[in-house]
């Protein structure tokens, strides 16, 4: 039972296209960073180019030369088929050893064949392919070692057919995706159950073996850690369901779902459950998006990210069941206090850095960081999220979409004469006029379209991006506290696209706000081209900027926070915009409607059989037992 | 379609044993020990009892009137081996099912995962075999939903014409018992529709399947659990007892472990190239196949007479090292036998 013995060393001859979060399809929420597996063939591949063009192709996280240029990376390394997986292949394999000891002598082939296991042996992993067949061909009279010849069948065997995935239908090739999915989802998740499922073991077996227990002690040790487990077992094979729980608000809504507060039945725990609608996910193809979400929210321990506790789904809603951080985001604040303090913009700033810095260490480009993903805990510190549902969960990939936002015209009339924030020269006289900016803010965030003040030019201008393109969110953010809107707010998104890509000529500093010199030259140095973006080449570049003197960022979660959130329950949403948000349950409503559409019937489907897209329900121990 | 829920019979064709072992229904788990009469396998292959540790070779030939060919070849020699070894006879016509083929045998994950299906040490037991039958109905849903979920134009990869029947092999077909008891051969898109809503709707019976946190319990240890405690559970005690499973708990999850397996024996039999292989998908069904065997024999939810219709494959793995020599599937397996298809392969 050590549990070093576990290996989950993907083969890397699988097909790889199936491996992570589908590469192909945007996520505004962190994207794994494991190369786009090129081999995939079953892809689309109209989207996976950025990705393939702009994605440090490894090593981000893997190396700790988080100083050092680790982001040249344009070029695409399809080494690692099997994204993200360092290929160990064949050194684990325990049928590579066994394999080399058997020889054969049946058909006169055996001393041939006998010699040809043998000189295989040093250099038999695990074949890579791809190209697409699994098959080296060692059989037969060749002479050792043998060239990859393609596939040469046995003849004893049925003839190993070329692949041929086209012919079937797409319905079939989108199961094939999420059965590889997975599957492959099914055993790193079990190992890592197990793995910590022994950890725990050890931890009790040392305390019980431990001579000053009592024997009271230990049979209750005992029975508390068995309880323990068999109930994290019973929680791992028991679907959830939205009805076990109670809606205390709606504090988020968005064209896809909600988020609401609510409260579990029996145990009155408090959840933000996000649910989104899967026919719109559908529609706007963003599975992969909430894929990432989970993978991220899922694997990370840490304290800059929100926590995922599990999700689940039915016939019409995916659930993710989240933290609910009391302290609502930062946006809510900024329209609240309109500006910071060069020192409050601080604190925030520099927690920001350490968030990104986190998400960043997980293997994950945010790509939409933005004031409405950043929410606030109990403590007031901050923490990073997809929360909002607006969140652009419009296609970050797409260069047609952005194309056609770039060229295309303005949706309002030029004439308008309203406001004039299109203007750059705002000063505290006409700061009013940012106020309609600022009321249409929230609705902005809520739509589909999302906002793209805070998205860095090189995401839709569609040469690729890396990790930094989060350095200069955290820019653009920042001068929003400091300013008291984003450097490239307009009137219409359009033109924010467009201030955007020209932020050469349009990122200006109003006169009449003094910023510090070096709060100042921070901004200018994270919203810039990528090539001299500070933050390129670590989070560290920014942490040891002169603005930051002084701060220390490794005891910065556990000093007091500048705005503590007041709050008289666990349910209390004082620092959510409940009132500006309609609270009809739209969920509920909508699941009357279907039902009605189906003459009164609910929808008669064998759960297993209809898995939409997760089909899985991911749940850690961690969260829900300690 | 409803009235076929009634229950599932195995038959066996092309032996004459076929009017054999009665053939337990789901629906009615306590009529006979599940051990015994549940397999398909066991209806011809008794011989095999004796072969618990070592199938034998060619325990089940098929009746004279088979058409099936055998091909004996000799067996395969290993090294440091005594030449006087019984012959290998693989009892399938040739050529060999593809996944038989070590190229094709492979799999997305190494090592030993005998700590993946292994009861941890203080879950209890019952709880640990819910678990694992939830798990494994939900590895396999995901490789059925690919054939078995229709395209637009209504079609699916499984239906009546490829699939006229639930096979696994010439020799081996599952029947449903209909409302009469009697055995009626479905075809296979059929029979996995049905198996389908029977199992979830086992494990989706809170009766079945309790999912109140409250009632689970933990497993007995000799020195840290009382003895009264012990005691006290000494007279009604079955799988599951003490975490508020019902008794029919270990024979239900027989059932469905066997239910699975006879799933998964269809789909290598007939769906293996079509579509898994052209999908890609091979390497993920040798997976969860591979660990369903490993996790339904150690917790002996499947015996291995039952196992006939895939013990070659088994063998196989024994051979290759999928499973350990320490493991129960290696004991079952014939692995000289394994060794010899080995030698028959693409080597990759």
């Known amino acids: 039972m050590d549990s070093s013995r576990l290996h989950l060393n993907f083969d890397n001859s699988r097909p790889a296209a199936n491996d992570r979060a589908f590469p192909t399809t945007p996520s505004t929420f962190p994207q794994p960073v494991f190369p786009g597996p090129q081999s995939g063939s079953m892809q689309s591949q109209q989207q996976q180019q950025p990705y393939g063009a702009g994605y440090p192709q490894q090593g981000y996280f893997a190396q700790n030369q988080y100083g050092q240029q680790q982001y040249p990376g344009q070029a695409v390394t399809s080494d690692y088929p099997s994204g993200g997986y360092p290929p160990q292949a064949g050194t684990n394999d325990p049928n590579t050893g066994l394999a080399h000891q058997f020889s054969h002598q049946n058909l006169g082939g055996g001393a041939a064949r006998g010699g040809q296991y043998a000189a295989r042996g040093p250099s038999s992993g695990r074949p890579r392919t791809a190209g697409g067949s699994g098959q080296q061909a060692s059989y037969g009279n060749y002479a050792p070692p043998m060239p990859s010849q393609g596939v040469v069948s046995s003849p004893e065997f049925q003839p190993i057919p070329e692949r041929n995935p086209d012919k079937y239908g797409t319905n079939a090739n989108s199961n094939q995706k999420k059965c590889s999915q997975l599957a492959a989802d099914f055993f790193k998740d079990s190992v890592k159950r197990a793995r910590e499922r022994n950890q725990r073991q050890n931890e009790l077996e040392q305390k019980l073996q431990d001579p000053g227990q009592s024997a009271t002690r230990r049979e209750q040790l005992w029975s508390t850690a068995g309880r323990k487990e068999g109930q994290y077992l019973r929680f791992l094979r028991t679907k959830d369901k939205p009805e076990n729980y109670n809606t205390v608000k709606i504090i988020g809504k968005g064209a896809f779902g909600e988020v609401k507060l609510v409260q579990k039945k029996g145990d009155g725990k408090v959840y933000a459950m996000k649910s989104l609608i899967k026919t719109e996910m559908f529609k706007k193809d963003q599975l992969a998006h909430v894929r990432s979400e989970r993978d991220i929210l899922a694997e990370s321990d840490s304290p800059w990210v929100v926590k995922l506790y599990t999700t689940f789904q039915d016939a019409y809603f995916l659930y993710m069941l989240m933290e609910f951080l009391p302290g609502g985001d930062l946006m809510t604040m900024l329209i609240k206090y309109e500006i910071f303090s060069e020192d409050i913009t601080r604190f925030y700033i520099a927690e920001i850095v350490l968030a ?50 770039l060229q295309g015209r303005s949706n309002r009339p030029r004439d308008r004469t309203s406001v004039a924030i299109d203007q750059i020269n705002l000063t505290v006289s006409n700061r009013s006029q940012i106020n309609d900016w600022r009321r249409s803010r929230r609705l902005m965030a809520y739509s589909t379209v999302g906002t793209p003040d805070y998205i860095a030019p090189e995401i839709f201008t569609g040469h690729g991006y890396t990790f930094d393109c989060d350095w200069w969110s955290l820019g653009t953010i920042m001068f929003e506290c400091l300013v008291g809107w984003p450097p490239f707010c307009a009137e219409d998104s359009h033109d924010t696209y467009r201030k955007i890509v020209n932020w050469r000529q349009t990122l200006y500093f109003p006169d009449d706000i003094t910023l510090g010199a070096e709060a100042e030259n921070l ?104 | 379609m409803s009235n076929l829920f009634s229950g599932i019979k195995a038959q066996i064709r092309g032996t004459s044993a ?32 004796s072969s618990l540790h070592r199938p034998a070779v060619a325990d089940r030939h098929p009746s004279t009137s088979s058409p099936v060919p055998r091909v004996s070849l000799p067996e395969s020699r290993s090294h440091g081996q005594s030449i006087d070894v019984v012959p290998t006879v693989l009892d399938i016509p040739r050529p060999l099912p593809l996944w038989l083929n070590t190229a094709c045998a492979k799999h997305i994950v190494k090592g030993n995962f005998m700590t993946l299906s292994a009861r941890p040490k203080t879950v209890d037991p019952g709880e640990w075999v819910a678990h694992q039958v939830v798990e494994h109905y939900r590895n396999l849903w995901n490789f059925v939903r690919v054939l078995h979920e229709k395209e637009e134009d209504g079609s699916s990869i499984c239906n009546p014409s490829t699939c006229p029947k639930m096979s696994a092999g010439k020799n081996h077909s599952y029947t449903w018992l209909n409302r009469n008891h009697e055995p009626v051969e479905l075809p296979a898109y059929e029979y996995m529709t049905l198996m389908q809503r029977w199992m979830s709707g086992k494990i989706d019976d809170p009766a079945l399947f309790p999912t109140d946190p409250d009632t689970v319990g933990f497993a007995l240890h000799p020195e840290y659990t009382s003895n009264a405690l012990q005691q ?51 390497k993920q069904l040798n997976s969860c196949f591979s660990h369903f065997i490993l996790t339904a024999t150690t917790l002996d939810m499947l015996q291995p007479a039952e196992l006939e219709p895939m013990q070659y494959l088994i063998d196989l793995w024994a051979a290759d090292g999928t499973f350990p020599p320490e493991s129960r599937p290696y004991a079952y397996a014939n692995v000289e036998r394994g060794r010899y298809i080995q030698s028959l392969g693409t080597s990759a």
């Open chain 1, 356 to 405: 990104i810095e986190a998400v960043h260490k997980l293997g994950f480009i945010h790509r939409d960081i933005k004031p409405d993903n950043i929410l606030l805990d109990r403590g007031g510190h901050v923490k990073l999220t997809d929360f909002g549902l607006s969140t652009g969960f419009h296609r970050l990939h797409d260069n047609n979409y952005y194309q056609q936002l």
């Open chain 1, 523 to 626: 901004i200018r140095s994270m919203v810039c081209n990528t090539e001299n973006r500070l933050g390129r080449g670590g989070a560290h570049e920014i942490k040891s900027h002169a603005f930051f003197r002084g701060v220390d960022f490794d005891s910065l979660r556990r000093i007091r926070a500048p705005f503590e959130p007041r709050l008289t329950s666990n349910i209390d949403t004082t620092y959510f915009p409940t009132d500006e948000i309609d609270q009809t349950d739209n969920a509920t409503l909508l699941k009357a409607q279907a039902i009605q559409n189906r003459n009164g019937q609910a929808p008669e489907e064998s759960p297993e059989m209809s898995l939409p897209f997760i089909g899985y329900t991911f749940k850690r121990f961690d969260n829900n037992f300690r």
């Open chain 2, 18 to 49: 076929k009017a054999g072992t009665p053939v337990k229904s789901p629906t009615t788990p306590t009529a006979e020990s599940p051990a015994s009469s549940l397999a398909p396998a066991s209806v011809s292959a008794s011989a095999s009892a």
């Open chain 2, 232 to 282: 006290q559970q000494g007279g009604e005690d079955w799988l599951g007892a003490r975490s508020g499973f019902p008794k029919q708990l270990g024979s239900t999850c027989q059932l469905i472990f066997r239910q699975i397996f006879r799933v998964y024996a269809h789909l290598y039999w007939d769906h293996f190239v079509e579509p898994f292989y052209h999908l890609n998908l091979e």
